[in-house]
């Protein structure tokens, strides 16, 4: 059974690339923002990774980070945060917050496959 990646970005072209990437080898779920993610994983979805952009409408994705971080039943669950912000400042607040990895967009999709799958395997 292939392994899930939840993709949490408000844009669905990056959604898009991501999942032409990725779905070879892992099953792909879209959802525009931390609000739809957080339902999501309440109605008892577990992904095996979560790539989140930061800026996004109704809960940003560090915010988004935080909740999966402080809860019990998610907190397990990697995260690799995407960014147009190429900030070394926001980098670390957000691994020390408990991201697995920050890449900055725009992306190199090979990059990030490789980067994926050492995370998840």
Same mark, same amino acid.
């Given at each position: 059974?292939?392994?899930?990646?939840?993709?949490?970005?408000?844009?669905?072209?990056? #959604?898009?690339?991501?999942?032409?990437?990725?779905? #070879?080898?892992?099953?792909?779920? !879209?959802?525009?923002? &931390?609000?739809? &993610?957080?339902? !999501?994983?309440?109605? &008892?979805?577990?992904?095996d990774l979560i790539i989140s952009d930061i800026r996004m409408p109704e809960m940003r994705g560090d915010d988004f980070l935080e909740w999966i971080k402080a809860n019990e039943l998610f907190k397990h669950i990697p995260v690799i945060m995407l960014s147009s912000e190429d900030s070394t400042t926001e980098r670390i607040r957000l691994l020390e917050i408990g991201a697995e990895d920050y890449i900055v967009k725009p992306f190199n999709p090979m990059e990030l496959k490789i980067r994926v799958k050492k995370i998840i395997e």
């Open positions: 059974m292939k392994k899930r990646i939840l993709i949490l970005d408000d844009k669905e072209t990056i #959604a898009k690339v991501l999942s032409i990437y990725l779905m #070879a080898e892992y099953d792909c779920i !879209w959802l525009q923002d &931390g609000v739809q &993610g957080m339902k !999501w994983l309440q109605e &008892g979805n577990l992904p």
